[in-house]
């Protein structure tokens, strides 16, 4: 039984949305450069981000995703996953965003959801490239992205602002032909 499922945010999920926001906000904040706002941290504040990411799927700009741990007959949201920046054209790409509650580290939760977010990115949006950007003091994410199939492609000096201070980033991507050579060969194993 997959224990992992990724799926859009619907209005149901605001609360809990919010109460996984707010219990995991300096967990989530340390790596992240969008800082939310007072009215982030509201559940209409989660509601507004509920609508303008179903905007952005509809427009094909952003696709946002509610991390889900199957229990039985119960969901429990445990993280986010995001297509950010997706671009089309002769690009076909978009930068992929990700947390997860930080009770749920460790447990390999965030690879499940990473392997499901890569076959909607490649097999349903028909992404060529999905690039990831992680500060380099994040390991567990530098781990996660490697174990996935990610590989590492460059390094950027001091070039994300977070809590005003300028960070490096390691860059990392996938194509979808080692998408596909991955799942190839995992479907060998099998």
Do not use: C
């Not at 559940?43 to 303008?52: A, D, F, S, T």
């Amino acid at each position: 039984m997959q224990r992992i499922l990724i799926r859009p945010y619907t209005l149901e999920d605001a609360e809990e949305l919010l109460s996984l926001q707010l219990a995991n906000k300096e967990h989530i904040l340390r790596w992240s450069p969008v800082m939310g706002t007072n009215e982030f941290y509201t559940l209409e504040g989660q509601q507004k981000r509920i609508n303008e990411s179903k905007t952005d799927h509809n427009e094909d700009k952003r696709y946002v995703f509610g991390i889900f741990l199957t229990e039985e007959d119960s969901e429990t949201l445990i993280g986010d996953i995001q297509f950010n920046f997706v671009v089309r054209g002769p690009r076909q790409t978009s930068m992929i965003g990700y947390y997860i509650g930080q009770q749920y580290n460790g447990k390999g939760y965030m690879t499940e959801a990473l392997k499901l977010a890569l076959r909607f990115g490649f097999e349903n949006l028909k992404l060529h490239r999905i690039t990831a950007g992680v500060n380099p003091e994040n390991s567990a994410s530098l781990r996660v992205l490697e174990k996935v199939g990610f590989r590492r492609e460059g390094y950027e000096r001091k070039s994300l602002l977070v809590h005003n201070e300028w960070t490096d980033v390691v860059l990392f991507a996938m194509l979808a032909e080692d998408y596909y050579n991955n799942k190839h060969d995992q479907d060998q194993r099998n």
